[in-house]
């Protein structure tokens, strides 16, 4: 069975930064994107970016340019989210969420459990 | 950036009503959209993609409709397990924008 799991909860300082990884079994992995969405404390959900495990390609939103990396290790079916320059308004949950396709469609299918980042002094 | 736009923010209704969701995207999406539920303390999970495909395993008391920019979501008889949280999302292209969510309660 699809499975996505994450790493543990982190705390960490302002202006560090912060690796999260999400480690898949049960499906072949370069063959789905991996996306990253984030979560502040009672708010929504937040979309961030997306690897293409396949190539190493990635791309992220506007707001997150210049301080999120999205890589993967395909010996591992591993992807990682690195964010930098950590502010106290980056305290959330972040997951990662496989994409899955169907007659052109694309939507999250399966979701890592998240992980918790804490940005505090 | 496309913007997404959710209505109401939270609603109450009593077990067995019907409920009705609303999303609104800032430009013409086409069916590209999905709708996922959030339960308390939990993972979101998949509903609804292609504005109107269920998604395996959903309950078919779940529905959806719409294109374009206009977008519902609906719960034929709302049952005590479909307290959550529910979130739009566009994926006409990037960025993959959320509504803001409705928090559905009973």
């Known amino acids: 069975q699809v499975q996505l799991v994450q790493s543990g909860p982190e705390v960490k300082k302002p202006g560090a930064s912060v690796k999260v990884s999400c480690k898949t079994s049960?499906?072949?992995?370069?063959?789905?994107?991996m996306h990253w969405v984030r979560q502040a404390p009672g708010q929504g959900l937040e979309w961030m970016g997306w690897?293409?495990?396949?190539?190493?390609?990635?791309n992220s939103a506007q707001k997150f340019q210049g301080r999120v990396t999205m890589t993967r290790d395909t010996s591992i079916s591993t992807a990682y989210m690195e964010l930098s320059s950590l502010r106290s308004d980056d305290t959330a949950v972040y997951y990662c969420?496989?994409?899955?396709?169907?007659?052109?469609?694309?939507?999250?299918?399966?979701w890592g459990q998240g992980s918790l980042v804490t940005v505090s002094s | 950036d496309i913007q997404m736009t959710q209505s109401p923010s939270s609603l109450s209704a009593s077990v067995g009503d019907r409920v009705t969701i609303t999303c609104r995207a800032s430009?013409?999406?086409?069916?590209?959209l999905a709708w996922y539920q959030q339960k308390p303390g939990k993972v979101p999970e998949l509903l609804i993609y292609?504005?109107?495909t269920l998604h395996s395993g959903v309950p078919s008391r779940f529905s959806g409709s719409g294109s374009g920019t206009d977008f519902t979501l609906d719960i034929s008889s709302l049952q005590p397990e479909d307290v959550a949280t529910y979130y739009c999302?566009?994926?006409?292209?990037?960025?993959?924008?959320f509504g803001q969510g409705t928090k559905v309660e009973i």
């Open positions: 049960g499906y072949t992995f370069t063959n789905y994107y």
């Open positions: 690897v293409n495990p396949n190539t190493g390609g990635a």
């Open positions: 969420a496989r994409v899955g396709r169907k007659y052109g469609h694309e939507y999250f299918d399966f």
């Open positions: 292609g504005a109107s």
């Open positions: 430009q013409d999406i086409s069916n590209f």
């Open positions: 999302q566009n994926y006409n292209g990037a960025p993959r924008t």
